[in-house]
């Protein structure tokens, strides 16, 4: 038997697409409130999200008649026609976010136009009209929503505890604030400010606020523009890399999205500069043409497709990995040990407040800052300390009073609409942070400056022009060299270093076809298998590419009369034998991944090891050839080839400056 729904049943199931935690709601309601034209937002939220939920803008508000049309399904006033689909460029287009909202809560909207003389009041339970009544407003709109789901109890049973929900709201509250500097937005939880932004344009300053000053020091800036798209924002240096994706940050257009497709564009231009399973700190804005991106396949708009995603892919692998070609990205060894610092008074915390395991930090070392760890960042989403909250969100000073009545908060927020962002109504009397020098920095002269991390091209250490001017002072534990240059210190491993030289050597000559062989005398036989035999012969080609010359004898047995001249050092049958381990048992051919891994861990076996004593001749020419390639800064599986350590932080730590 086939039933007709009841249209609160409808309201129920479609709601479930679009709301399916207090996050969505936040997330629709943010959107609403930047398609309005808002310069300032404030997101307001008690016990996770499903006691409340308050967003109060200064845009445009709506018209009267207009109020209960935008509750309707379906319903919008970002499109008329199918046809406006294709030139999208705003975030709500559907006409289901407030439908569905009113649909699982009781909601209120408080509105008023620049034009009107007053605003309206309109309040809507489980999708039922209860009050349309005129109200005294400011400029802008305020949509309470309270009691998430109380007529859908199922659906709340499925919801985490408040603290976790309130660190999903959190996280998409943060991606919003990035997306659009020019708009000061503000998050409090539970009456605890958890971010305020300055709304003054300036992306950077938003990364300061939301990931603090270890990142903000660490990033190249991104500017990019082609005939079809542009790319914008900012890329990390590989020593603020991470153990997830979570700081894979990408905007298409302005709007947050998750793209499988981009996140792989970016790790692939990171591959030679970062540890194996590490991810890179991205932070940009793909701007395409309208008609060129398709924002209509997922419910809650996280997801895009685009016409010619090879492009896409090539674009922002290509404009990173250039990038990362011109930055200098000597790991600073004074950043690692203030790091490890930090660390232990965290975790000296953490314990004290019951969360021993929270913060796990490796000794700071020479060796370590090699091996190139980044500094834990677990948190527990349910035991979120106050001191790192503060330290990693809240960047302000002053009072922040908890306010119920929604009239006093829209005056208080926002009646300095137009300004810098720094508000002076009653709610929020703080200051916002912006980056600047610290007192006893270098640039401490230079505050009316934010912070840059460019640095002039007669400064870097990696260049021909300070070749002539390196002091080598020697080495330590017959390992480490040690570089004096300009005001700092350098140290080089000359195990990663010379491993990056063969490696960069070896994949030259192979693309370019002009590999350097050395001759083997006597030649030397070498027995296969059966099916090792085959995979040789199908791809002898690529052997030859790489510097071998091999003779296929009666049987399985090849003669080897020259292998590549880069890895002469390490013994000819297990030269060959790497090659013939590494080739697919799929396809039983070289795939280019392959290639490059086998190429990397032959270079770390014929490079020089640790321990190994070079004369300082030698030394030399190593730095020499380091010089020469375009990624000097770290091996072939990602550890730095360099540290560094300022004079200035030397003093510091000598405590000749206080």
């Given at each position: 038997?086939?039933?007709?729904?009841?249209?609160?049943t409808?309201?129920?199931?479609?709601?479930?697409?679009?709301?399916?935690?207090?996050?969505?709601?936040?997330k629709?309601?943010?959107?609403?409130s930047?398609?309005?034209?808002?310069?300032?937002?404030?997101?307001?939220?008690?016990?996770?999200?499903?006691?409340?939920?308050?967003?109060?803008?200064?845009?445009?508000?709506?018209?009267?008649?207009?109020?209960?049309?935008?509750?309707?399904?379906?319903?919008?006033?970002?499109?008329?026609?199918?046809?406006d689909?294709?030139?999208?460029?705003s975030?709500?287009?559907?006409?289901?976010?407030?439908?569905?909202?009113?649909?699982?809560?009781?909601?209120?909207?408080?509105?008023?136009?620049?034009?009107?003389l007053?605003?309206?009041?309109y309040?809507?339970?489980?999708?039922?009209?209860?009050?349309?009544?005129?109200i005294?407003?400011?400029e802008?709109?305020?949509?309470?929503?309270?009691?998430?789901?109380?007529?859908?109890?199922?659906?709340?049973?499925f919801?985490?505890?408040?603290?976790?929900?309130?660190?999903?709201?959190?996280?998409?509250?943060?991606?919003?604030?990035?997306?659009?500097?020019?708009?000061?937005?503000?998050?409090?939880?539970?009456?605890?400010?958890?971010l305020h932004?300055?709304?003054?344009?300036?992306?950077?300053?938003?990364?300061?606020?939301?990931?603090?000053?270890?990142?903000?020091e660490?990033?190249i800036?991104?500017?990019?523009e082609?005939?079809?798209l542009?790319?914008?924002?900012?890329?990390?240096?590989?020593?603020?890399?991470?153990?997830?994706?979570?700081?894979?940050?990408?905007?298409?257009?302005?709007?947050?999205?998750?793209?499988?497709?981009?996140?792989?564009?970016?790790?692939?231009?990171?591959?030679?500069f970062?540890?194996?399973?590490?991810?890179?700190?991205?932070?940009?804005?793909?701007?395409?043409?309208?008609e060129?991106?398709?924002?209509?396949?997922?419910?809650?708009?996280?997801?895009?497709?685009?016409?010619?995603?090879?492009?896409?892919?090539?674009?922002?692998?290509?404009?990173?990995?250039?990038?990362?070609?011109?930055?200098?990205?000597?790991?600073?060894?004074?950043?690692?040990?203030?790091?490890?610092?930090?660390?232990?008074?965290?975790?000296?915390?953490?314990?004290?407040?019951?969360?021993?395991?929270?913060?796990?930090?490796?000794?700071?070392?020479?060796?370590?800052?090699?091996?190139?760890?980044?500094?834990?960042?677990?948190?527990?989403?349910?035991?979120?300390?106050p001191?790192?909250?503060?330290?990693?969100?809240?960047?302000?000073?002053?009072?922040?009073?908890?306010?119920?009545?929604?009239?006093?908060?829209?005056?208080?927020?926002?009646?300095?609409?137009?300004?810098?962002?720094?508000y002076?109504?009653n709610?929020?009397?703080?200051?916002?942070?912006?980056?600047?020098?610290?007192?006893d920095s270098?640039?401490?002269?230079?505050?009316?400056?934010?912070?840059?991390?460019?640095?002039?091209e007669?400064?870097?250490?990696?260049?021909?022009?300070?070749f002539?001017?390196?002091?080598?002072?020697?080495?330590v534990?017959?390992?480490?060299?040690?570089?004096?240059?300009?005001?700092?210190?350098?140290?080089?491993?000359?195990?990663?270093?010379?491993?990056?030289?063969?490696?960069?050597?070896?994949?030259?000559?192979?693309?370019?076809?002009?590999?350097?062989?050395?001759?083997?005398?006597?030649?030397?036989?070498?027995?296969?298998?059966?099916?090792?035999?085959?995979?040789?012969?199908k791809?002898?080609?690529?052997?030859?590419?790489?510097?071998?010359?091999?003779?296929?004898?009666?049987?399985?047995?090849?003669?080897?009369?020259?292998?590549?001249?880069?890895?002469?050092?390490?013994?000819?049958?297990?030269?060959?034998?790497?090659?013939?381990?590494?080739?697919?048992?799929?396809?039983?051919?070289?795939?280019?991944?392959i290639?490059?891994?086998?190429?990397?861990?032959?270079?770390?076996k014929?490079?020089?090891?640790?321990?190994?004593?070079?004369?300082?001749?030698?030394?030399?020419?190593?730095?020499?050839?380091l010089?020469?390639?375009?990624?000097?800064y770290?091996?072939?599986?990602?550890?730095?080839?360099?540290?560094?350590?300022?004079?200035?932080?030397?003093?510091?730590?000598?405590?000749?400056?206080?």
């Amino acid at each position: 038997m086939i039933n007709i729904l009841s249209k609160e049943t409808i309201d129920k199931i479609a709601a479930g697409e679009v709301v399916e935690r207090p996050l969505s709601v936040v997330k629709e309601l943010l959107e609403n409130s930047i398609d309005s034209g808002a310069d300032s937002v404030s997101v307001e939220i008690k016990g996770g999200g499903t006691e409340l939920i308050r967003v109060t803008d200064n845009g445009s508000g709506i018209e009267k008649d207009d109020i209960p049309l935008a509750f309707m399904r379906h319903a919008t006033s970002k499109l008329k026609t199918s046809e406006d689909l294709s030139h999208i460029l705003s975030f709500g287009f559907r006409g289901e976010a407030l439908a569905s909202i009113a649909g699982v809560s009781q909601t209120e909207l408080i509105t008023k136009r620049a034009e009107d003389l007053y605003g309206y009041n309109y309040r809507i339970e489980g999708g039922e009209e209860k009050l349309f009544s005129e109200i005294g407003a400011p400029e802008g709109t305020t949509l309470i929503v309270r009691n998430l789901f109380y007529n859908v109890p199922a659906r709340k049973k499925f919801l985490k505890s408040a603290s976790t929900e309130s660190a999903h709201i959190c996280d998409i509250v943060e991606k919003t604030a990035l997306s659009h500097p020019e708009i000061a937005i503000r998050l409090v939880a539970d009456g605890r400010s958890l971010l305020h932004t300055s709304g003054n344009g300036r992306l950077k300053d938003v990364i300061f606020t939301i990931f603090g000053k270890e990142v903000s020091e660490n990033l190249i800036e991104i500017d990019h523009e082609e005939e079809k798209l542009s790319i914008s924002g900012y890329i990390g240096k590989p020593v603020i890399s991470r153990s997830k994706r979570d700081f894979e940050v990408i905007f298409v257009n302005g709007r947050y999205i998750h793209s499988s497709l981009i996140s792989k564009a970016c790790e692939e231009a990171y591959k030679p500069f970062m540890m194996q399973h590490k991810f890179p700190f991205v932070m940009i804005d793909i701007r395409v043409r309208p008609e060129d991106v398709d924002v209509n396949v997922h419910p809650q708009k996280m997801e895009v497709r685009f016409s010619d995603s090879a492009d896409i892919y090539n674009s922002v692998c290509s404009v990173i990995r250039e990038e990362l070609k011109k930055a200098e990205l000597i790991v600073d060894a004074s950043h690692e040990a203030d790091e490890h610092k930090k660390g232990n008074e965290r975790k000296a915390e953490s314990e004290k407040n019951g969360l021993k395991d929270e913060f796990k930090l490796e000794p700071f070392e020479v060796k370590k800052a090699f091996e190139y760890r980044a500094p834990s960042e677990v948190i527990a989403a349910d035991k979120v300390l106050p001191s790192v909250m503060e330290e990693s969100a809240v960047r302000f000073k002053g009072t922040d009073p908890y306010r119920e009545q929604v009239m006093y908060e829209q005056q208080s927020l926002f009646k300095d609409k137009g300004s810098n962002g720094l508000y002076e109504g009653n709610l929020y009397k703080g200051k916002i942070t912006e980056y600047k020098p610290d007192e006893d920095s270098p640039d401490k002269d230079n505050k009316n400056k934010t912070y840059s991390d460019e640095q002039g091209e007669e400064n870097r250490f990696i260049s021909k022009d300070a070749f002539a001017e390196y002091k080598i002072i020697g080495q330590v534990f017959d390992t480490y060299w040690i570089v004096e240059y300009k005001d700092k210190m350098y140290i080089i491993d000359q195990h990663a270093a010379h491993e990056k030289v063969l490696y960069e050597r070896t994949m030259k000559e192979f693309r370019e076809r002009t590999p350097q062989s050395q001759m083997i005398m006597p030649p030397i036989i070498l027995s296969l298998s059966q099916k090792e035999t085959q995979l040789v012969e199908k791809n002898i080609s690529i052997f030859e590419r790489l510097g071998f010359e091999l003779e296929k004898e009666a049987g399985n047995d090849f003669i080897i009369r020259a292998v590549p001249a880069n890895l002469y050092s390490i013994a000819e049958k297990e030269l060959l034998m790497e090659l013939v381990d590494g080739l697919s048992e799929e396809s039983g051919s070289f795939s280019p991944d392959i290639i490059t891994d086998r190429i990397a861990k032959l270079s770390c076996k014929a490079a020089v090891k640790g321990h190994d004593r070079l004369s300082e001749d030698e030394a030399r020419e190593l730095l020499k050839e380091l010089l020469n390639l375009e990624n000097p800064y770290a091996c072939p599986h990602g550890r730095p080839t360099i540290i560094s350590m300022s004079k200035y932080e030397l003093e510091k730590k000598f405590k000749r400056i206080v």
